[in-house]
């Protein structure tokens, strides 16, 4: 089971020119909205018709420019789910979900198949409501519901929790991590979200104006993001163009500050580093500072700094705890050299 | 009273709104999806019969189905049917002028349309056929059924037209509106007086229903799209 898209496609503002390919797994398409994750799936639906390109999955080519293949969204057998659900307003849950199970010509087979996944997804009180009677949960769970009942080969998600409410989000998102491991298959979920991301998949692609800026493993895109866009995107917020100093060496330009660096400096022209990866303490990397505001968050407070000589500010993410006992008295901060993440422009 | 007169009407407009639910409704879905200048055009030309006068459209009518012209007159030689002044020949007429009705209406119930169910009907294996009818229509159910009744109210007032192609012929081609016209010119006041409040009567029902219709559109419209914003990014 596996999925590989190497696509091009002329957007107007921007061309969509994206490549990922994953396994049996979740991979987690991370982006900006409007950056075009959502027109690769549909792309990969076949909603959308790329310029050029590929689409295969599980050995079944889907598009190819080439060889003039492009089969039709029936065809496809691609289980895409929409922000909105996409529910048909005028059939009730079983109706719905009896749509989903049309492809199955046995109509004995039809029914059981359809009976087994209301079962399954804990939506037998509620056949016969409409869309509409529904909570976004419901709505939610139903939609998967129709689309597993259709046997897809691939799962597209398009920013599955956007439409609830941030309460509901988290139990939801445990549903669909229970309903993607039972599925076995490849998943291809769109999001904006880093935290859901990274909870969520295996493997993650930034995009950026429509193109792949880094894909890998979840955990080394996290430590490695490579570019300022990337490293924006998994959430890293202090972001500082730099000037080579030595092969090991940099000044950030915007904190003043000279710095020691884990791997070597090559090309990069930023660096990074992480709001909770900053030190109160004395060491490689340390300077002397002054808070310029604090900000309380519900579990920690944000306190942002400045050095001496400094454009801007550099924003230190530390447990409650911590600061009450450090406020007043502090006046070090240290980047350690292995937090520091170097990224090209 | 003679009651052929609503009687005819009523056959008229009923067999011109049949014809026009169906033209009318494949018209609107087409053009909804073409590009942007044939839609342009295309509406422009298929608008015309609501604001040009019945009778040009009477006219142009004769002009093309008249017995000495090129359809009439083949129609005369080939079935020995003649295709003006006749009771049916009337529908040539109410057809025309209520085309822009119910094609403008239908158009904008199905513009209002989420494409993304089509999209997800396609993506679980549906049929493009039955998305059409048994999603994408019953979606738009309210403002087609609008379109309707409205085209079926103006086919059951149409009189310019249908006086220059059918004529006015007592028990074979008087319509409602036809027969008022005659009535009111040979001075029977009380008889058109009688036929101009069964012709409100009508009109006045149908309007109603037509109101109805739209409220419960908009109000099932604001179910359907449940409020929420869809981003496309």
Known sequence: MSISVDIEKNLGVFRLDVHFSAGNEVIALLGASGCGKSMTLKCIAGIERPDRGRIVVNDVTLFDSEKGINLTPQQRHTGLLFQNYALFP??????????????????????????????????TELVKRYPHQLSGGQQQRVALARILVSDPGVLLLDEPFSALDSHLRFRLEQEVREIIRGFGKSVVLVSHDRD???RLSDKIAVMHNGAVEICGEKKEVFARPGTRNAATLTGCKNISPIRKLGQRRVLALDWNMELETAEDVGDAACVGIRMHDLRPEDGCNSFSCQVAEEIENPFSYTVMLKTAGSERTIGWETDKETWRQLRGRFDRICLPPEAIILLKG | MDLFPLWNSLRIAGISTVIIFFVGIFAAYYIAKAPRAVKGVLDVILTLPLVLPPTVVGYLLLRVLGPKRPIGAWFLSVFDVKLTMTWWSAIFATVIVIFPLMYRTARGAFESFDETLAYSGKSIGLSNTYIFWRIRLPYCRQGILAGTVLAFARALGEYGATSMIAGYTPGRTATISTTVYQLWRTNDDNLAFRWVMVNMAISFVVLLAVNMLEKKARRTGKEKGGGRDVDFG
């Open chain 1, 90 to 123: 005028n059939m009730t849950v079983l109706q719905n979900i009896r749509a989903g199970a049309r492809r199955e010509r046995d109509a004995e087979k039809r029914a059981s198949i359809t009976e087994d996944i209301i079962k399954s997804f804990g939506l």
């Open chain 1, 196 to 198: 859901e991301v990274f």
